[in-house]
C-alpha cells in the first residue's frame, strides 16, 4: 500500500491503483476541472441569454446573430460533432482490443469530425461577417461570438489533444495500458460535445421574441 | 526515479549537469540553494514560498491602508490626489483578498494536507509548482500596473462597470486588473484541482473522510468553493477584458449592454469568495482550540457539516451585495432571507469552539490568543452582517464606513487573525525554531487593540453618514475624532507587525541556545506533529495507518481504568525518526517556473504590443512541450535521496539545512 501511495506523481499514477477512491489521479483531475468548465459555460450561456436580443441602438447596429442563422447548416455540423463522441468510444475500445491501427484511425476520425466542425463555424462566422454582424456589431453579437468563440477554442484544444494521442500511438506509446489517457481525453471531448448540445439548443433553437 | 535500488552515485549533480545541454535549466540535484527553490516540486517548500510571498503583499497592501488612512487622518486632506487616492484603495483591496489572504491560506494549504492525510506530496507535485510560480507572475503583472499601466486600478476592487469601461477609466489601469486577476485565477484552479484530487485520492490507509482533521476538511470545502466560484469571475473578466481591448459591447448602456451582468457575475463569484477568505481561518482555529484546551474538538461532525452547509448557502445569497441597484422586490426579499439562514451554521461553529473551551485546560499561548481574537471579532462581523441582511438597513449602510467596518471585522477580525495564530502554530513545525512567546504576546495585543481602533470608529462613521471611497471631506460633521482615531489604530496594527517581523529575527537569533523543538512542541493532534521538525522532505518514514480522529493524540493517550485520559508514549516513542530509506520522490523541473513566465508576457502584449503576446505564447508552449517529454521522475537524479546515504537526521545534512534556513530568512 504504502508503495502504491508512493507512485501516484503526475501521470504515471497507474489506474487508480493505491488511491483511495479507487479513481485515477487524472481522471479525477478531469472530472473535477469538468465541474469547473460547467459554471464556465453556464456563465456565457447565461450572458448569452440576457443579450440574445439586444439590438444596438444605431440605424446600422441593428441586426442581431438571430435574424441571419443557417440553422439547416449549423444543424448539420453539430450532427458530425456529435458523431465524434461515438468514433471516440470507438478510439477507445479499438485500444482496449490493442488494435493500435484502429486505435489511430479512430483518433484521426474523431480530430477530422472536431476539425469539420471548426470549419463549419469557420464558416460561420465569415458569412456573418459578410452580413456586417461582427464581435463589436452590437451586445448580442458580441455575446454570440463569445460563447461560440469559447466553445471553439474548447474543440480546437480537443483536436491537439487527439493528435499528441496520435503522435504517441505512432511512437508506441501507446498500448493498452495507458487505456486511461485515452479515456481521459475521451471525457473531455464528450464534455465539449454536450455542452455543444446546450448552446445548439439555446442559440438556435429556442425561439426568440 | 524508482524506488532507489543502490545508493546514489550523484549528490552534488555536477556529472549530469556537465552531460546536459541546458545550462542554468538543468534539473538539480540535491539543495543547491536557489535553484533548489525555483525548480521545487516539494509541497513543503511551495508552501513556504506562498508564505513569503504572501507576507510580503500583506505588506504591500497594508503600505496602500497606511496612505489611505494618512489622507484620511484629518479634514480636507491633501496627502493623495482623489485620483491617485481611488488607485490605492482600490489596490489596497486587491492586494489583500488576492495577493495576500488567499495565498497565505494556499500556504497553510500546501505544506499542512499532506501531512494531516499521511501522504508523501500532493497528487500532482509539479502542476503545484505551477500554481505557485502563475499566480506569483499574476501578482506581479498586477502591481507593475504602478510602474506602467499609468497607475493601478481605479474602480474599486469589485470593478463595477460601467466605471471600469474605458470612458470612466482610460489608463491601463483595469486592464492590468481583468489580466492578472485571470493569470491569478488560472493558479488557483489548478491548485484548487490538485488539492481536492489529493484528499480524496492520497489519503494514508484507514484516512476515511470522517477522520480528517478538521484544518484539512474546510480547505476542502475551500477548494470546491474555487472551483466552482472562480469560472463565474473569469467569464466577467472575459467580457470587461474584451470590452476594453476590443471594443465588445457588454457593458456599455450606450450601446444596450448590461452594467448589472457585472455585478451578478462578480458577487456570483464574491460571496463564494467571502468564504474562501474565512473558511481556511476556521479550519486553522478549529486546530489550535481543541490543542491548547486539551481536548478533542465539540461535536467533530456537526463541525464537518456546517462548514459544507457554508459551503453550499455561500452561492445563494450573493445578491445582498445588490438591494440597492433595483434587481426588484420579490428577489430582495429573497436573498434577505437566505442571508439570514447563513449566520445559523456559522453559529453552530462558534458555539462549537466555545463548547470546546469550556471545562478545557486552556493554555493561552500566542496562537490560542490569536484563535479566541478571530472568534470574538468574526463574531462582532457576523452581527453587523445580520444587520445588513436586513434590506431596509442595508439601504441606509450600504457604501458607508458600516460596511467597511463590517467587512474588516469578518475578513481581517476572522481571516487573518486566524491565519496570523496558524503562523504561530505551525512556525515550529515549518522552520524547526519557535516564536518567542513573549514578543509574540505584545504583537498580538498590538494587533488586536490596534484593530479595533481602526475599524470600531468605522461602525460610528458610517452610521453618521460618511461614504466610503471618498478621498477627503469637510470638517462639521462630526467625522474628525473618529478618523483620527483610526489613523491612530492603524499605525498600530503596523507597529504589531513590524513587532512580529521582529520576532522571527530575533528568535531565529536565539534558536541556536535553546533546545530544538522537537517534532510536537505543542502536544498537539493530527499526524503532522509526528514528523521532525522541520519536515524531512519524505514526510513520513513510513506511511501511517490511521485508526481514529486525532490519530496522533491517540498514539500518545489512552485511558486508565477509570476512564481517565494517561500518557501511554512519549513524543520520542511516538513519533517518526526521519531515518527512511529508498523514498521515491518527483524530481525538480524548471519547466513550470517557464511556462508561468510567459503568461505575463501575454498580458503585456494584449496590452501594449500583440508581439509580446507572440514571444510569451511561445515560451508557454515551448515549456509546456518541454514539460511534457520531461520524465517525472529524473532517472540519474539524487536530489531526494540524502536521507539514503547514512544522514539519519535531516539537520545532519548540510544542504538540507541551508534550504531551510534560507527559507527562514526570506521568510518574513
Ligand atoms: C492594516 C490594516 C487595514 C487598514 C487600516 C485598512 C483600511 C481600509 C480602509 C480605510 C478602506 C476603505 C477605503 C475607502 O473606502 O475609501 C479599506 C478598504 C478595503 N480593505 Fe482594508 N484595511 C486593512 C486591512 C485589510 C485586510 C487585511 C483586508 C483583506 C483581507 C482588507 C480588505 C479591504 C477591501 C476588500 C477593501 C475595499 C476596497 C474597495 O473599496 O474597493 N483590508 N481598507
Ligand atoms: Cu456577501
Known amino acids: ?209 | 526515479m524508482a524506488i532507489t535500488e543502490e545508493p546514489l552515485a550523484l549528490t552534488t549533480g555536477e556529472t549530469a549537469a556537465a552531460a546536459r545541454p541546458l545550462g542554468a535549466l538543468t534539473r538539480p540535484q540535491g539543495g543547491n540553494g536557489w535553484r533548489d527553490w525555483l525548480s521545487t516540486v516539494d509541497h513543503k517548500k511551495i508552501g513556504i514560498m506562498y508564505g513569503v510571498a504572501a507576507m510580503f503583499f500583506f505588506v504591500v497592501g497594508g503600505i496602500e491602508a497606511l496612505l489611505i488612512r494618512i489622507q484620511l487622518a484629518a479634514p480636507e486632506g491633501q496627502f493623495l490626489s482623489a485620483e491617485v487616492y481611488n488607485q490605492v484603495f482600490t489596490m489596497h483591496g486587491v492586494t489583500m483578498v488576492f495577493l495576500f489572504v488567499m495565498p497565505l491560506a494556499a500556504a497553510f494549504a500546501n505544506y499542512l494536507i499532506p501531512l494531516q492525510i499521511g501522504a508523501r506530496d500532493v497528487a500532482f507535485p509539479r502542476l503545484n509548482a505551477l500554481s505557485f510560480w502563475i499566480w506569483l507572475s499574476g501578482a506581479i503583472f498586477l502591481n507593475t500596473s504602478w510602474f506602467v499601466g499609468g497607475g493601478g486600478a481605479d474602480c474599486g476592487w469589485f470593478c463595477y462597470s460601467p466605471n471600469s469601461g474605458v470612458a470612466f477609466s482610460p489608463s491601463n489601469g483595469v486592464d492590468f486588473y481583468a489580466l492578472g486577476l485571470q493569470i491569478a485565477g488560472i493558479a488557483s484552479l489548478i491548485g484548487a484541482i490538485n488539492l481536492i484530487v489529493t484528499v480524496l485520492n492520497m489519503r494514508a490507509p484507514g484516512m476515511s473522510l470522517f477522520r480528517m482533521p478538521m484544518f484539512t476538511w474546510l480547505m476542502l470545502v475551500t477548494q470546491f468553493l474555487l472551483l466552482f466560484a472562480l469560472p463565474v469571475i473569469t467569464v466577467a473578466l472575459f467580457l470587461l477584458m474584451f470590452d476594453r481591448l476590443f471594443d465588445a459591447q457588454f457593458f456599455n448602456p450606450e450601446t444596450g449592454g448590461d452594467p448589472l451582468l457585472w455585478q451578478h457575475l462578480f458577487w456570483i463569484f464574491g460571496h463564494p469568495e467571502v468564504y474562501i477568505i474565512i473558511l481556511p481561518s476556521f479550519g486553522i482555529i478549529s486546530e489550535i482550540i481543541p490543542t491548547f484546551s486539551r481536548k478533542p474538538i465539540f461535536g467533530y461532525s456537526f463541525m464537518v457539516f456546517s462548514g459544507i452547509a457554508i459551503g453550499f448557502m455561500g452561492w445563494g445569497v450573493w445578491a445582498h451585495h445588490m438591494f440597492v441597484s433595483g434587481i426588484g422586490p420579490f428577489s430582495v426579499a429573497a436573498f434577505s432571507l437566505s442571508t439570514m439562514f447563513i449566520a445559523v451554521p456559522t453559529g453552530v461553529k462558534i458555539l462549537n469552539w466555545l463548547a470546546t473551551m469550556w471545562g478545557g485546560k486552556i493554555r493561552l499561548t500566542t496562537a490560542m490568543l490569536y484563535s479566541v481574537g478571530a472568534v470574538a471579532m468574526f463574531t462582532i462581523g457576523g452581527v453587523s452582517g445580520v444587520t445588513h441582511a436586513l434590506a431596509p438597513a442595508d439601504t441606509q449602510q450600504t457604501d458607508t464606513y458600516y460596511i467597511v467596518a463590517h467587512f474588516h471585522y469578518v475578513i481581517f477580525g476572522g481571516g487573518v487573525l486566524g491565519l496570523l495564530g496558524g503562523l504561530y502554530f505551525w512556525f515550529p513545525k515549518i522552520f524547526g525554531f519557535m516564536l518567542n512567546e513573549t514578543i509574540g504576546k505584545v504583537n498580538f495585543w498590538l494587533i488586536l487593540i490596534g484593530f479595533n481602533l481602526t475599524f470600531g470608529p468605522m461602525h460610528v462613521l458610517g452610521l453618521q453618514g460618511m461614504s466610503r471611497r471618498i478621498d477627503t471631506y469637510s470638517p462639521g460633521f462630526g467625522f474628525e475624532l473618529w478618523n483620527l482615531v483610526a489613523t491612530i489604530g492603524s499605525f498600530t496594527i503596523a507597529a504589531g507587525m513590524l513587532v512580529l517581523f521582529f520576532n522571527i529575527w530575533k528568535s531565529k537569533r536565539d534558536a541556536a541556545d535553546l533546545p530544538a523543538p522537537g517534532p510536537d512542541p505543542w502536544d498537539a493532534r493530527s499526524l503532522e506533529w509526528s514528523v521532525p521538525s522541520p519536515t524531512p522532505e519524505h514526510n513520513f518514514d513510513t506511511v501511517p495507518v490511521v485508526e481514529g480522529v486525532d490519530e496522533w493524540w491517540h498514539r500518545k493517550y489512552g485511558y486508565d481504568e477509570d476512564k481517565r485520559v494517561v500518557r501511554i508514549a512519549t513524543i520520542e516513542e511516538a513519533a517518526q525518526d526521519g531515518s527512511a530509506t529508498g523514498v521515491h520522490l518527483p524530481a525538480p523541473s524548471f519547466w513550470p517556473l517557464v511556462l508561468a513566465a510567459g503568461l505575463p508576457l501575454i498580458g503585456y502584449g494584449l496590452i501594449f504590443n500583440l508581439w509580446l503576446c507572440v514571444i510569451g505564447g511561445a515560451l508557454t508552449g515551448i515549456a509546456m512541450y518541454s514539460w511534457a517529454l520531461e520524465p517525472v521522475d529524473d532517472p540519474d537524479a539524487g536530489h531526494d535521496d540524502h536521507h539514503d546515504d547514512g544522514h539519519d537526521d535531516p539537520d545532519d545534512d548540510p544542504e538540507h539545512a541551508t534550504a531551510v534556513t534560507a527559507g527562514a530568512e526570506g521568510g518574513e
Request: glycine share 10%.
Open chain 1, 1 to 209: 500500500m504504502a508503495t502504491a501511495t508512493l507512485e501516484s506523481h503526475d501521470t504515471h499514477d497507474d489506474h487508480g491503483h493505491g488511491t483511495s477512491t479507487g479513481i485515477s489521479n487524472t481522471k479525477l483531475a478531469m472530472w473535477t476541472f469538468l465541474g469547473s468548465e460547467c459554471l464556465l459555460f453556464g456563465g456565457l450561456i447565461s450572458t448569452y441569454l440576457l443579450y440574445k436580443t439586444r439590438r444596438g441602438p444605431g440605424p446600422d447596429n441593428t441586426t442581431i446573430p438571430t435574424d441571419i442563422f443557417d440553422i439547416p447548416f449549423t444543424s448539420v455540423s453539430s450532427f458530425v460533432l456529435l458523431m465524434s463522441s461515438l468514433t471516440m468510444v470507438l478510439a477507445l475500445s479499438a485500444l482496449t482490443r490493442g488494435d493500435n491501427r484502429a486505435t489511430r484511425a479512430w483518433l484521426l476520425t474523431t480530430a477530422m469530425l472536431g476539425g469539420v466542425f471548426i470549419g463549419g463555424q469557420v464558416y460561420e462566422f465569415t458569412a456573418f461577417l459578410r452580413e456586417g454582424v461582427g464581435f463589436t456589431h452590437n451586445p448580442a453579437s458580441s455575446a454570440f461570438y463569445t460563447l461560440t468563440g469559447f466553445h471553439g477554442v474548447h474543440v480546437s484544444l480537443g483536436i491537439v489533444m487527439l493528435m499528441s494521442l496520435v503522435v504517441a500511438s505512432k511512437q508506441g506509446k501507446l498500448t493498452p495500458k495507458n487505456t486511461e489517457t485515452v479515456e481521459v481525453v475521451g471525457l473531455y471531448w464528450h464534455f465539449v460535445d454536450v455542452v455543444w448540445i446546450f448552446i445548439f439548443t439555446v442559440i438556435y433553437l429556442i425561439p426568440t421574441e
